[in-house]
């Protein structure tokens, strides 16, 4: 059974002007702007009893999506490392699971859709007695306390609303006012301390292991040097030291600007492979498609779906190498990412199509804001079509199918 956290209505007018009026007080405190349009469009989705999905995406290339059902938070995905996260939070909830153990029980249980795996894997885990309903709960409540830390870190957030997703059960069902004034405290403290300027996805690693011996004790020094081994992440040290994400990174603050650790960016974990429907076979040499996005994990996530259905993959992280390793591999479709630094994918679009050799190849735009605006750019630059970032894998499967086959003129 669900466990829900609901209001008592008893004179149900007054409370939810009560409720109305606190929620308002609330957007209006001194929180993040990203986070208070977070909050704000949330707050809207409650009175509206809303069930779907409400994607949310930064300046950077990352976007994450919170599940509704009727108004209350379900779940929570997305950022640099979903799968770091849901296996950090399952592995910290639940003793019972080793690192091993959980790694082969993610071999053996294929997931039965790319969206919502992690739930679906949460709701097979109950099933199946390696966690109870209590610890389901509690996991899902971590990983939403650690993904609304992650909003914090962004200062301008945009919001969308999509229709339609499906679940095995509801393992929990929360007050999205009430939890976001939860963090509340949390939030202030990491504003007020200023460690939303040092990304918590990045892994700590000692820089100038000399200096740092000498300006800490040896008991400090060996732990550091144990701990800060380049793979562990903020967020990975917060669960093994039993620490707030506030108390590990404002511990370690001054050593970074004195430049004794660096911070290093470290890939997401590979999310379990997908079903894929057998396809036919194409005669000759699979059509190569290529992707262009700076995230690692957004790379990784599309050639799980792209290689799974027969298809090669070429993906490429650095934008500014994308031009010349596009011309030597001459995909057949291309996969482009929208927000990139240093440059965008209007720009590299513009590129490809006064280029002869691109002069048909299908490009499709992606990106986490599906607005018109961005539609008709995408379009005046050459763009063939444009797809949403939080896509699931049969509808990008159908873009693939739909344009190789117009390209080919064989039935895929």
Not at 189 to 199: F, L, N
Not at 228 to 256: A, C, H
Not at 368 to 395: C, P, W, Y
Request: hydrophobic share 40%.
């Amino acid at each position: 059974m669900a466990l829900s956290v609901e209001y008592g209505y008893t004179d149900p007018d007054s409370l939810r002007y009560q409720s109305a009026r606190r929620e308002a007080q609330m957007i209006n405190r001194q929180l993040s702007p990203g986070i208070s349009t977070v909050l704000e469009r949330l707050s809207d989705l409650k009175q509206q009893h809303y069930t779907g999905k409400l994607i949310i995406s930064g300046s950077s290339s990352c976007s994450w999506t919170l599940y509704i059902f009727m108004g209350r938070l379900l779940y929570g995905t997305g950022g640099r490392h979903p799968v770091r996260r849901w296996c950090r939070q399952v592995l910290a909830g639940c003793p019972n699971l080793t690192p091993r153990t959980l790694k082969d029980w993610l071999k053996a249980h294929r997931p039965s859709a790319a969206e919502l795996w992690e739930y679906d894997h949460l709701c097979s885990l109950v099933a199946q007695d390696h966690l109870t309903c209590e610890q389901a709960a509690r996991i899902v409540h971590s990983i939403l306390t650690e993904l609304f830390s992650d909003l914090a870190q962004v200062w301008r957030l945009d919001c969308k609303t999509v229709s339609g997703f499906s679940v095995q059960k509801q393992l929990m069902l929360l007050d999205p006012v009430r939890f976001v004034e939860q963090q509340e405290p949390t939030l202030e403290r990491m504003q007020a301390a200023k460690v939303t300027d040092y990304p918590f996805d990045c892994a700590p690693v000692v820089r100038q292991p000399a200096q740092l011996k000498e300006v800490t004790s040896e008991s400090v020094y060996q732990t550091l040097s144990k701990l800060l081994n380049g793979q562990n992440t903020f967020w990975d040290l917060s669960v093994l030291m039993k620490r707030p994400i506030v108390d590990v990174v404002s511990s370690l603050v001054l050593f970074i600007q004195a430049e004794l650790i660096e911070l290093r960016e470290v890939a997401d974990l590979p999310a379990p492979t997908m079903p894929i429907a057998p396809q036919p076979e194409i005669a000759g040499e699979q059509p190569l498609i290529a992707c262009v996005d700076d995230s690692a994990w957004m790379c990784q996530t599309l050639e799980t779906v792209v290689a799974g259905a027969g298809y090669r993959f070429l993906g490429i992280q650095d934008p500014l190498r994308a031009i010349p390793t596009l011309l030597s591999q001459k995909p057949a479709l291309i996969l482009l990412d929208l927000r990139m630094p240093n440059t965008n994918g209007y720009e590299i679009c513009s590129q490809l199509r006064r280029l002869s050799a691109f002069t048909d190849t299908p490009i499709v735009i992606l990106t986490g804001n599906d607005g018109i605006v961005d539609r008709v750019r995408a379009k005046m630059v050459g763009a063939t079509d444009f797809l949403s970032k939080s896509v699931e894998h049969v509808q990008l499967l159908a873009v693939l199918d739909k344009y190789l086959t117009v390209q080919s003129g064989q039935q895929v």
